[in-house]
């Protein structure tokens, strides 16, 4: 299958036209997080109607909490859930791990942790690669800012036991990290014109987009 992956759009939808054309032919959208600056949450719908294909989306730290109820009605949403796509199992994760700045949707380490654990449990013995969306990136992936790496090390723990994880939230950080056989993707802010496409198939392939 092929993805397009967008993160980190904070509202600003005005290059989405552009990449879409620059992706192509799309199975589905990703929608990693930040989809609107801190509300409201209608402006999300302005959003999804640029899609014709289906959206999996999980909300970011700068996202209200209550965005899930627009996701639920409007979109696949996947925090705290399992969704099976075309023999892919896309487990979710919303919000981020805790900031400096106290945004709207964050979460601890431990809740994480809980949340990450119970949804791969669920996945025993089902076949099918594993994805994982999520705003946040695991430490020591796509995480580096100037002061350092301030991923989730709840996220960082289950590397090895996700095919794929497509995350946002390190605008700085941008790109691709294979880490104990987890490949990470930051598709990088959508805002200022960046994305990702993401082939599935018996491997995973990342082409960035920069319009």
């Known amino acids: 299958m092929k993805f397009l992956a967008l993160s980190d759009l904070h509202g600003n939808y005005s290059h989405v036209e552009a990449i879409l054309d620059r992706a192509g032919d799309i199975d589905a959208v990703l929608l990693a997080g ?3 600056n801190f509300g409201p949450d209608e402006k999300a ?3 999804l109607t640029m899609f014709k294909q289906p959206v999996l989306a999980v909300p970011g730290n700068c996202d209200n909490p209550s965005l899930l ?3 639920d009605k409007n979109a696949i949403c996947l925090h705290n859930t399992i969704h099976t796509l075309e023999g892919l199992n896309f ?3 919303g919000g981020s791990n805790p900031t400096p700045f106290n945004t709207p949707f964050e979460l601890s380490e431990k809740k994480i942790g809980e949340y990450v654990g ?3 449990s669920k996945l025993n013995g089902l076949n099918g690669k594993t994805v994982l969306l999520s705003h946040a990136p695991p430490f020591n992936t796509t995480d580096r800012v100037q002061r350092g790496n301030i991923g989730s090390e709840a996220l960082a723990r289950f590397l090895g036991r996700i095919d794929l994880i497509v995350c946002g939230h ?3 950080a941008r790109g691709t990290v294979c880490a104990k056989g987890t490949c990470v993707v ?3 802010a959508a805002s200022k014109g960046l994305g990702a496409v993401i ?3 018996d491997d995973i392939k990342t082409e960035f987009i920069d319009t």
């Open 91 to 93: 487990v979710g994760l």
């Open 34 to 36: 930040d989809i609107t």
């Open 199 to 201: 082939t599935i198939k």
């Open 45 to 47: 719908l302005e959003l």
């Open 69 to 71: 109820n627009v996701l």
């Open 170 to 172: 390190i605008h700085e």
């Open 186 to 188: 930051n598709p990088g």
């Open 118 to 120: 119970i949804l791969l």
